[in-house]
T-cell receptor, first 114, second 115 residues
């Protein structure tokens, strides 16, 4: 039962470098999400994808781009990393975008930007 | 806009003690409510959820939560905690707006259970 798989698990970048975080789910879910988790702030939604071919901004989208490559995969890209983007990033998926669908989370990517 | 407050940031209990973690939300309409747990080094897992009906919901591992609409609260309880309950607990709300599954999380409560 893989569920939601994120790669890599850890990454260190220098300011200005670019990076793509990968996420794949094998539950045939339609909707996928990217969150960042910072100490004392809980999880905040960066971008989400209601279904294959659509993406929308969440609460904190600045500095990020996303691609819904197919139904399984949803990637998050940092074009020019900044220290403020040091965080733990979680990908999640749900059956649909309906509010009563619980989200299933991956193990996270711990990203440090120097 | 919806928001969630978790008042206890750190809680330390002895095994067998009772647990209650507070969660209050701010949203004027109908809500779906969730509690997630994150064990050290692991991903968030759904503990329990409330959509409608009986305001007392039971989840996994002996946890339960009560939705009190008049108080905008959804507190998490467990009668007797175990060392293995050491984790961070997040309350989350999803206001029914038709705008999609956009969870708003609280800042989390770190629970440490001592032997």
């Amino acid at each position: 039962n893989a569920g939601v798989t994120q790669t890599p698990k850890f990454q260190v970048l220098k300011t200005g470098q670019s990076m793509t975080l990968q996420c794949a789910q094998d539950m045939n879910h339609n909707s996928m999400y990217w969150y960042r988790q910072d100490p004392g702030m809980g999880l905040r939604l960066i971008y989400y994808s209601a279904s294959e071919g659509t993406t929308d901004k969440g609460e904190v989208p600045n500095g990020y781009n996303v691609s819904r490559l197919n139904k399984r995969e949803f990637s998050l890209r940092l074009e020019s990393a900044a220290p403020s983007q040091t965080s733990v990033y979680f990908c999640a998926s749900s059956v649909t975008l309906s509010e009563n669908q619980p989200q299933h989370f991956g193990d996270g990517t711990r990203l440090s930007i120097l | 806009a919806q928001s969630v407050s978790q008042h206890n940031h750190h809680v330390i209990l002895s095994e067998a003690a009772s647990l209650e973690l507070g969660c209050n939300y701010s949203y004027g309409g109908t809500v779906n409510l969730f509690w997630y747990v994150q064990y050290p080094g692991q991903h968030l897992q759904l503990l329990l959820k409330y959509f409608s009906g009986d305001p007392l919901v039971k989840g996994i591992k002996g946890f339960e939560a009560e939705f009190i609409k008049s108080k905008f609260s959804f507190n998490l309880r467990k009668p007797s905690v175990q060392w293995s309950d050491t984790a961070e607990y997040f309350c989350a709300v999803n206001g029914i707006t038709g705008g999609g599954n956009k969870l708003t999380f609280g800042t989390g409560t770190q629970l440490k259970v001592e032997l």
